[in-house]
């Protein structure tokens, strides 16, 4: 008898570190990873304070969409592809208008039009900068890049970059018209 690998016993037999995967396989990539460059990456570890940010922003988020009426959801780790890569960022917002229009597909095809990406002690700010301009090129209107161990959340869009400190409120500038929250409540 001859027997077909199914997808998932060729994952298992790929070195999934270093192989890249067809975009109608995303699905399939191991959680906490990205596919960067061509190449499967872990997406480096999370300290408690990281998680602490995400959770609390995810949590704030999807609170305001219900307060607000805006409609449309917050999302952990739920993935989508830039023009170049397939990314897993820490927080994301779909707008009601692009849930709609798309569902919730196993991975969005662009990406979200809010995203949260949160630094990690390894991290490189060259790197989340980085991350924040391909998201930017990609569809995405608004990236907040979140600096736990300094308390500092910068916003970038298209047109500009603002700094908000530990004393500060930030606010969105383009979605979630009218959310703020005081920056020392993300890291709390």
Not at 6 to 28: C, G, H, K, M, N
Not at 69 to 80: F, I, L
Not at 111 to 117: R, W
Not at 129 to 153: D, H, M, T
């Amino acid at each position: 008898m001859v027997t077909t690998p199914t997808i998932s016993t060729a994952i298992e037999e790929e070195d999934v570190d270093a192989s890249a995967l067809p975009l109608d396989r995303y699905d399939e990539v191991p959680e906490g990873m990205e596919e960067v460059d061509g190449k499967l990456v872990e997406k480096i570890e999370v300290t408690i304070n990281h998680a602490a940010a995400q959770g609390n922003l995810v949590y704030a988020w999807r609170n305001y969409i219900i307060s607000s009426g805006q409609g449309g959801k917050a999302y952990p780790e739920a993935p989508c592809r830039t023009d170049t890569q397939k990314r897993r960022p820490d927080v994301a917002y779909l707008t009601a208008e692009l849930l709609q229009q798309y569902g919730q597909p196993n991975i969005f095809p662009q990406s979200y039009p809010l995203i949260a990406e949160i630094a990690s002690p390894d991290d490189k700010a060259e790197t989340l900068f980085s991350k924040a301009r391909e998201y930017l090129a990609s569809g995405c209107q608004e990236v907040w890049l979140l600096f736990p161990e300094n308390a500092i959340v910068i916003i970038m869009t298209a047109e500009k970059s603002l700094i908000f400190t530990e004393a500060e409120t930030v606010t969105t500038q383009i979605l979630l018209q009218g959310f703020s929250i005081p920056v020392a409540e993300l890291f709390a």
